[in-house]
């Protein structure tokens, strides 16, 4: 690779730590993230003028506090060791749980659906960050079993362990955040190397109760998902039938993609200013990027995207050891699920399920929580430039 | 797995065990799939069916508000207008910006409704009705709303959410009930107006013309609506941007042949001729008038009563002022042209289309003397003069002088046998079929003959049969045509049905055949002359070409004119004593009074003139419903309308006649 910035001739076969440099962070993944940073803004910018009365700036002022305190964050994570994370699994993974019932119970207090935390200047979302969370304690609970990965037992704790903060998620209710809790416990399963039996019963599995969840149990009055979660997930299914509630979303949303046509609409834009298409700042900005900058608009941070995810899955391959990888992969595989669901949901491909796309998404919580994930996959990086060089390897990048 | 291995610095790869690469390596063919997908979606979307998209946003973004045209004027013949346009306050509701449906809604109608003098159901009636018309428009509640109210609205705009006011032009009548009928009246268009040919491309929620000459020259006067193109939210509120408006284009002015003096006369002789007889104890409860021009068949003055206030349908009227207006029981419908859909036996009037008849088709020789007695007895009935008058035997021209009935009846039972020369002569000069005035409500009338009867007949047992009813009243009885039929129709009597328009048109060609030695012409009355830029530039003149020439045996002619013209103005005429004082030899009147009989009804008043003049001929019909005889109640107001016409001292003279 033509960016890799250590050159073997110049690197010393070892160096004492004191002395040695202070190695440089992957600069595509940096690049990807400023750039999904800078289209948020922008998008942002249009997308929300029109939404607080007299402040046209409130989104986007907003925003960049987020992704500014983020990215500090994630500068601080790429400079610190991620393996020492694996020794506070437990805590983690009690952080996790005890903060997801937190926000259950305050909710609950509040007798109607919570999902966050407010602080005084900040609303807490704690299945946000909860994603980085379980990657980190689940990464280090496969670790520990690495060596009985063809048992059931080892697939079906880690689903388990998976399943618990994912149900109270879902209660929340956040459908979004508790599928990629699965999602991330099935890839580290599949990158660790359960068997593809394991996988496949897994899969199977997951066919079967979504089907009970979605058609069996509410026709025998069991109502698993509240009945507007159903709707939303199987409207994409039939978008005309009922234009005026779950379908009017999407369909709104895809007129707006649509009319973005090759560059995008500009000043002429009116399906998001004129909020045409509700969410339009979270869960919806990708509708207002396609209708705002059009195909070449979109195709420019599908492209950050599938840089974002090459380095990910790049990253998870360099890793010094298991642990980095399977970090790496936790991260890769949450990626990939909130990117392909939430753009396949504003193009009509997907269920409405109420995820972020990561970074361009306004809200806090999933800002910093990528902006972590990010910096885990950082500090990864890192770690493996570093251990290469004390071993007098050359790490492809 | 990342068993990470020493390697030679030769060998730069980090070795990576085969399960893991197996499944990175499935990981990002995932990914690649996805984003396949994404993109191939994308680019349907966005790049080949984009256009549609395009178009589909701006069916959710812009609202079409329409920019009402301002609609022509109609103009007299001398250019003075007759209708306008008045710009006035109107109080409107946005229904988009009302308090939610419910109690604060009610509420808001409440108070508005008091403030207005309005229920508040009447409102929400017109809120729901307008908002159907045309969405996202403000629906007018009042106009003319009264300086006090507005202030309130305009000081306390905060407490009347979605109520404001707007200046709207609205049409003005300035006359008030003059020729009301003729000009007819303006009003939203309705849904079934939306599929009528007439307002083809008009879009709803456009006023047009509603009757007369409003309806007429609709697609003159109203002009083409403007575009507000104005951009929405989601929630259906305005978002200010400006959007380039397609201004409204202006309607044409209308000129017409009416004389704005003339008909001001009319309006005012027939209510001053209608208080007479009503003075004389008669109900005289409608009445209507024409004045023509004989030569070409203009329209110089054209008037019904009752009539009605066309400015009151831009209040909007409610559905009992509106069926006020309609008329029934005792009242006479006021939204009815007498003159153009008034049906009616003509009484005397008719005599010298008979006469006409009866020279012309050799039934009598002008010099035979007829009609002696006071009745004729003809398979035993009796056809007596009115009041059992006996003027002897006379002439034609004495006959028509004095009126006879007797020699009409005598007419009328020859002609009998001469086939249908009465109903030739009465279908050749006008009368018994439209006479296309450019009106919408135009009637044909009946003048009877045999066929006609045996028509009536086979309908009237028809319906009888079919409803099993024993009478459906098109005809009184069920009976051949006889011979009393053509002897009542020779004195405008019987089943003879016609309105003064068709009467006026008869006269004015025998007028004009009078004029051009007995090639004569039916005219197409008509009340439009031309269609005016609004700064008075000439767009197009209106043509109504002559509906047929007719021949007319001069001399035939010039004996009924005389009988005509004696009866106005000799002595012992009909006519005469009402024309007292007026220069016969300036302005020689032909006219016939008329007393149409009805069955348990006041007699109707008739009268038919022709005043002859180089420059200014006129005809004029003049009828008044149970207003007693010819000369006592219509012959006075036509000499009012004269007097007018031709710059003569004004004077109200009930003539003494009493004849049929």
């Not at chain 2, 006067?221 to 408006?245: D, F, M």
């Not at chain 2, 296309?436 to 003959?449: N, Q, R, T």
């Not at chain 2, 010819?630 to 109200?652: C, D, H, N, V, Y």
């Amino acid at each position: 690779m033509p960016l890799s910035p250590i050159k073997p001739s110049e690197e010393p076969a070892a160096l004492p730590p004191s002395t040695r440099p202070r190695l440089p962070l992957d600069p595509l993944l940096a690049l990807a993230v400023i750039g999904l940073g800078l289209c948020s803004v922008f998008t942002l910018r249009q997308a929300t003028r029109n939404l607080v009365p007299g402040n046209p700036h409130y989104y986007v002022d907003r925003q960049i506090i987020y992704l500014v305190l983020g990215g500090l964050f994630m500068l601080v994570l790429a400079r610190i060791d991620y393996a020492r994370l694996r020794q506070f699994r437990n805590a983690i993974y009690a952080a996790l749980i005890i903060s997801i019932l937190a926000v259950l119970a305050l909710g609950h207090a509040a007798r109607g659906s919570t999902r966050a935390i407010n602080f005084a200047f900040f609303s807490f979302q704690a299945s946000e960050l909860g994603k980085v969370l379980l990657i980190v304690s689940l990464s280090a609970f496969v670790v520990e079993r690495s060596r009985s990965l063809r048992e059931r037992d080892t697939t079906v704790r880690v689903m388990i362990a998976a399943l618990v903060p994912a149900m109270f998620v879902i209660a929340q209710p956040d459908l979004g955040s508790g599928m990629v809790y699965m999602v991330v416990a099935y890839v580290l399963l599949f990158v660790a190397g359960t068997s593809w039996r394991h996988l496949a019963a897994l899969a199977a599995l997951v066919i079967v109760s979504a089907a009970f969840v979605l058609v069996a149990a509410p026709a025998a009055g069991l109502n698993v998902l509240k009945p507007y979660q159903v709707a939303r997930l199987t409207a994409f299914l039939h978008p005309s039938s009922n234009p005026e509630k779950e379908g009017y979303q999407q369909q709104e949303s895809k007129i707006a993609i649509g009319a973005g046509q090759k560059t995008g609409r500009g000043a002429n834009a009116s399906q998001i200013p004129n909020g045409f298409v509700p969410e339009s700042q979270t869960d919806f900005i990708f509708a207002a990027v396609g209708e705002q900058y059009g195909f070449a608009g979109a195709a420019l941070v599908l492209l950050l995207y599938a840089l974002l995810i090459w380095r990910a899955l790049r990253i998870l391959v360099m890793s010094k050891d298991l642990f980095g990888t399977l970090v790496a992969a936790g991260v890769a595989g949450m990626l990939m699920f909130q990117v392909f669901v939430n753009v396949g949901m504003t193009i009509g491909i997907m269920p409405i399920t109420g995820v972020t796309l990561p970074l361009m998404s306004y809200g806090g919580s999933s800002v910093i929580t990528t902006l972590l994930a990010v910096g885990l996959l950082q500090s990864i990086y890192v770690q493996a430039r570093a251990s290469a060089a004390l071993k007098g390897r050359v790490v492809r990048n | 797995m990342s068993a990470i291995e020493r390697v030679t610095p030769r060998d730069p790869r980090v070795p990576v065990s085969p399960t893991l690469a197996v499944r990175v390596a499935i990981l990002g063919g995932i990914a690649m799939v996805f984003f396949g997908v994404i993109f191939f979606r994308l680019w349907y979307l966005q790049i080949l069916t984009g256009e549609q998209y395009v178009h589909q946003a701006d069916v959710n973004r812009v609202r079409d508000l329409p920019i009402p045209a301002p609609r022509g004027e109609i103009l007299d013949r001398n250019g003075n207008p007759i209708v306008s346009g008045r710009t006035t306050n109107a109080v409107q509701i946005v229904p988009e910006a009302l308090p939610p449906e419910g109690a604060p809604r009610d509420h808001l109608y409440r108070r508005l409704g008091h403030l207005l003098g309005m229920s508040p159901r009447r409102i929400n009636t017109l809120v729901e009705d307008g908002r159907s018309a045309v969405r996202y428009a403000p629906v007018t509640i009042k106009t003319d709303a009264g300086p006090g109210v507005l202030t309130v609205l305009a000081e306390r705009a905060q407490e009347y959410p979605g109520v404001s006011q707007q200046p709207v032009s609205i049409r003005a009548y300035p006359f008030g009930e003059m020729a009301a009928q003729v000009l007819g009246h303006v009003d939203q268009i309705s849904e079934q107006e939306l599929k009528l040919k007439a307002f083809r491309g008009v879009q709803a929620g456009t006023v047009v013309g509603q009757e007369g000459l409003e309806f007429y020259y609709d697609r003159y006067l109203r002009g083409r609506t403007g575009v507000q193109r104005v951009e929405v939210n989601a929630a259906g509120e305005p978002v200010p941007r400006a959007l380039a408006p397609t201004p409204p284009i202006a309607g044409h002015n209308l000129k017409v042949t009416l004389d704005l003096g003339l008909e001001k006369e009319g309006e005012k002789a027939l209510l001053e001729g209608i208080e007479h007889a009503r003075a004389g104890g008669k109900p005289a409860n409608a009445g209507a008038f024409v004045a023509l021009d004989p030569r070409n068949g203009q329209v110089l003055a054209i008037g019904s009563y009752p009539g009605f206030d066309p400015n009151s349908f831009a209040k909007p009227l409610t559905k009992s002022e509106y069926q006020a207006l309609l008329g029934g029981g005792s009242a006479p419908g006021r939204l009815t042209d007498r003159a153009v859909a008034g049906e009616y036996p003509t009484g005397s009037t008719f005599k010298p289309i008979t006469a006409m008849a009866a020279l012309q088709g050799g039934v009598i020789t002008p010099s035979e003397g007829l009609g002696s007695g006071q009745c004729i007895d003809v398979g035993g009935e009796q056809f007596c003069n009115a009041g059992h008058a006996d003027y002897g035997a006379v002439g034609l021209v004495e006959a028509l002088k004095v009126s006879s009935d007797t020699y009409f009846f005598e007419v009328g039972e020859r002609a009998n046998s001469h086939g249908n020369v009465i109903q030739q002569m009465a279908h050749e000069l006008g009368v018994g079929q439209q006479t296309g005035i450019d009106l919408p409500s135009e009637l044909e009338g009946v003048v009877p003959d045999a066929a006609w009867r045996a028509r009536q007949n086979r309908l009237e047992l028809a319906c009888e049969h079919h409803r099993h009813v024993p009478s459906c009243g098109i005809v009184s009885e069920v009976r051949p045509w006889s011979v009393g039929d053509d002897m009542h129709l020779a004195v405008g009597q019987g089943d003879l049905l016609t309105d003064p328009l068709q009467m006026a048109v008869a006269y004015s060609t025998l007028a004009n055949a009078y004029m051009n030695g007995g090639e004569g012409t039916v005219v197409r009355p008509h009340l439009g002359l031309e269609i005016d830029e609004g700064n008075g530039g000439l767009v197009q003149s209106l043509n109504f070409p002559a509906v047929r020439h007719v021949h007319l045996n001069d001399e035939d002619l010039s004996l009924v004119m005389e009988g005509i013209h004696e009866a106005a103005s000799q002595p012992g005429g009909t006519s005469a004593d009402v024309w007292t004082g007026w220069d016969q030899s300036q302005h020689p009147v032909y006219g016939k009074t008329g007393t149409a009989e009805h069955l348990g009804k006041e007699d109707q008043s008739w009268y038919m003139c022709y005043i002859a003049d180089p420059k200014r001929p006129i005809v004029f019909a003049v009828t008044v419903e149970q207003g007693g005889f010819g000369a006592e109640t219509a012959a006075p107001i036509a000499r009012l309308m004269a007097s007018e016409w031709f710059g003569k001292p004004e004077q109200f003279v009930s003539g003494t006649s009493k004849t049929f």
